[in-house]
């Protein structure tokens, strides 16, 4: 069994997409941007496509419960067709199964780069992915219960997520001891990329080439690939959403929230707000 | 072991149905499927079943298969073993629901029971337009069952078949077998299809997903192919039919046959020969529609439109 997995992980609207982006432009082998359809990295960890292949199973007559526990097994398998790494994208908590047995293939996995954002901003970023009002999107962001991808009215190309609240999914990445975790804030990401992609890097083992690494930020920058996701659509972007790239900015729920939706927020997510520097 | 469970399979009531042109003797009532008085050639009934199989070519989650033996394990409902294309063998979990244990018969179990049997399930739906199959293929949840109501609800084409549909051939040439008169659908089908789903079953305990009954519009027998649209999402916001001629056809159907993942290339053989045999006799279009918009009506008008002149 090889030890190749690295999650991407996040709670939505943190960056995770901009690190695949940019990984997929780094480790290419031709210099050409790559196809934000088309990404090579970061396959999601909920897709039932890859549960199907992976488990030669129909899920979508599956309960949650009994899809998450193929979940483990099909990405073990996934991941034995890559080499060095095999990079997984998540917006899962870090949650055993219900049974107590991992959900995570935890004896594949060499590492997580966890991926954190204010969550004043997340909350406005998640309205708009939502399609829903910030008060909703924050109501859900305070949800210690909350999960994605949770609709039993039709079919979803993805497996029930549990999220929970924005604490305890911070808590359930950086608080685990069954791999190392790198924490990136999308600020530091946003203020100094070469810094904080070359930490990623280092983290990995990857050697780093300045001119790649700098021709990699340029095609994978925000307004890249908004300019992208307006010429050729992104299919990543769920249908209720106008915009996947929407601002990507910090700081701007200054302009945006109202005084008692940031009370609400510091309120319940001080824990990890305080310990990474957002408070 | 297979004696005594024959023994008790006289005793027992059974049910004798007709589905996918099979003749299936069964222990477990399944009222999805068809009632008929003809000797029956597949058998499913309660019993025990191997541990393990003995010459298993490939494993997966739960399941091992050879060519002509398949064990699945559902954990908390029922063990399945399906033998020589005639034989499903049933070893429920206790408190096992009915509902879940029929479940899986219509679907992977029966679907094994056509592999074994040298024919080629297709992962489809389908209508009949002049005595001739129009089948529509796609990965699970892009609209296959939607679009075939929708087609018999607004110009009336009668129904065949739902998720699985059997090609096979009769004197050299492709033919289409009907399978039964139910079809599932979500509650966001439903809606876009204006069916209530008061008094509808769910398929299983615990998923939302409805079972409609499609008898007085049913059309049971043999067809000859028409066409087959293959159903993809579109990135870009609109829906498209193209044609697809030659060698893409093959590729195409292809990576829609019914748990490919599963059997791998235990059939290859007989697959070949038959999806080229209807390959031959079918047109092939792709279906390019948005993901999660309703274009139900533009695109049953636009399909209607293309069988009527093919």
Not at chain 1, 30 to 36: A, S
Not at chain 2, 276 to 292: G, H, Q
């Amino acid at each position: 069994m090889k030890k190749n997995i690295v999650w991407l992980a996040s709670y939505p609207k943190s960056g995770n997409t901009w690190c695949r982006v940019f990984l997929s432009n780094y480790l290419n082998k031709t210099k050409e941007t790559v196809d934000i359809n088309n990404l090579q990295i970061g396959s999601i960890f909920s897709s039932k496509h890859i549960i199907e292949d992976n488990t030669g199973l129909d899920i979508s007559e599956y309960t949650e419960n009994e899809c998450d526990e193929l979940r483990n097994f099909a990405f073990t398998k996934w991941a034995e067709n890559f080499d060095d790494f095999a990079f997984f994208k998540t917006h899962d908590a870090y949650l055993p199964l219900d049974s107590g047995e991992n959900m995570f293939p935890v004896k594949s996995t060499k590492a997580a780069i966890y991926f954190i954002r204010n969550p004043l901003d997340v909350t406005i970023s998640f309205a708009n992915h939502l399609a829903c009002t910030i008060d909703k999107s924050t109501n859900r962001l305070c949800d210690k219960n909350f999960s994605i991808a949770a609709s039993k009215k039709k079919f979803n190309q993805q497996v029930r997520q549990k999220i929970l609240s924005w604490d305890l999914h911070v808590k359930s990445w950086t608080e685990q001891n069954d791999f190392p975790v790198l924490v990136i804030r999308y600020e530091d990401m946003l203020l100094n990329p070469q810094k904080e992609f070359k930490k990623i890097l280092k983290f990995l083992k990857i050697k780093t080439d300045n001119n790649k690494l700098n021709s990699a930020i340029k095609n994978s920058s925000f307004d890249k690939m908004k300019l992208l996701e307006k010429k050729t659509g992104f299919k990543e972007k769920p249908s209720s959403c106008k915009k996947f790239f929407n601002v990507g900015k910090s700081g701007y729920y200054k302009e945006i929230l109202s005084e008692n939706q940031i009370k609400k927020i510091i309120k319940e997510q001080k824990d990890s707000m305080k310990k990474f520097g957002y408070l | 072991m297979v004696n005594n469970i024959s023994f008790c399979y006289f005793l027992k009531k059974h049910y004798t149905y007709s589905a996918f042109g099979l003749i299936i003797s069964s222990e477990i009532e399944i009222p999805e499927f068809v009632i008929s008085k003809e000797k029956s050639n597949v058998t499913i009934c309660y019993g025990n079943v191997p541990k393990t199989l003995k010459k298993a070519e490939h494993e997966g989650f739960r399941y091992q298969i050879s060519k002509n033996e398949f064990l699945i394990k559902y954990s908390t409902w029922a063990t399945y073993f399906v033998c020589n294309g005639e034989k499903v063998i049933i070893q429920p979990e206790k408190n096992a629901d009915e509902r879940d244990i029929r479940a899986f018969i219509l679907s992977t179990v029966i679907a094994i029971v056509l592999h074994q049997r040298g024919l080629l399930p297709l992962h489809t739906s389908g209508i009949v337009y002049k005595n001739k199959g129009v089948l529509f293929a796609g990965n699970s949840g892009i609209g296959k069952s939607t679009i075939a109501i929708a087609l018999n609800k607004k110009y009336k084409y009668k129904f065949i078949s739902d998720d699985i549909t059997v090609i096979s051939e009769q004197n050299a040439a492709p033919i289409i077998y009907s399978s039964f008169p139910s079809v599932k659908l979500w509650q966001d089908s439903l809606d876009m299809l204006k069916i209530s789903n008061n008094k509808l079953p769910l398929i299983r305990k615990d998923v939302n997903k409805f079972r409609y009954n499609t008898n007085t519009d049913f059309y049971s027998g043999i067809l000859n192919p028409y066409a087959i649209f293959v159903i993809e999402n579109n990135v870009q916001n609109k829906v498209e039919i193209i044609e697809i001629k030659g060698v893409e056809k093959f590729n195409i159907v292809r990576n829609h046959i019914f748990r490919a993942k599963m059997i791998k290339e235990l059939y290859s053989n007989e697959h070949f020969k038959l999806l080229t045999l209807f390959l031959n006799s079918a047109k092939c279009y792709k279906i390019l529609r948005p993901k999660d918009v309703n274009t139900i009506n533009e695109l049953s008008s636009m399909i209607n439109k293309i069988i009527k002149k093919v």
